[in-house]
């Protein structure tokens, strides 16, 4: 089984920052995307950032130049260093990760429990 914990979540300003990070644990073999969505109330979830084992970014059009994805593959961690943040980036945040257990299994997709981001003031 594969775990992936999220922290970091939390209310802030506009204009402000926020850091999200999860790390997976658990049985690991190898993990090729990471990524995180969210989900805001009464919205579908969507894809915010996502980052391969290479290092190759994508992002969602709406946070580029203010969200920076990485990723630490030794630790098997990832963030979320979000600025300038806004009203509408208000959501419930969940990390994904393609996480393979072992040499010939197949990748399957994991999920975190998701984090609230609140930005009011």
């Known amino acids: 089984q594969?775990?992936?914990?999220?922290?970091?979540?939390?209310?802030v300003q506009p204009g402000g920052s926020l850091?999200?990070?999860?790390?997976?644990?658990?049985?690991i073999f190898s993990i090729n995307r990471m990524g995180w969505y969210r989900q805001a109330p009464g919205?579908?979830?969507?894809l915010v950032a996502?980052?391969?084992?290479?290092?190759?970014?994508?992002?969602?059009?709406?946070?580029?130049?203010?969200f920076t994805i990485s990723r630490d593959n030794a630790k098997n961690t990832?963030?979320?260093?979000?600025?300038?943040?806004?009203?509408?980036?208000t959501a419930v945040y969940y990390c994904n990760a393609g996480v393979q257990s072992s040499l010939y299994r197949a990748f399957?997709?994991?999920?975190?429990?998701?984090t609230q981001v609140t930005v009011s003031s």
């Open 2 to 11: 594969v775990q992936l914990v999220e922290s970091g979540g939390g209310l």
């Open 19 to 27: 850091r999200l990070s999860c790390a997976a644990s658990g049985s």
């Open 50 to 66: 996502d980052i391969t084992s290479l290092g190759i970014r994508n992002y969602e059009d709406s946070v580029k130049g203010r």
């Open 108 to 114: 399957r997709d994991y999920w975190g429990q998701g």
């Open 43 to 46: 919205k579908q979830r969507e």
């Open 78 to 89: 990832v963030s979320l260093q979000m600025n300038s943040l806004k009203p509408e980036d």
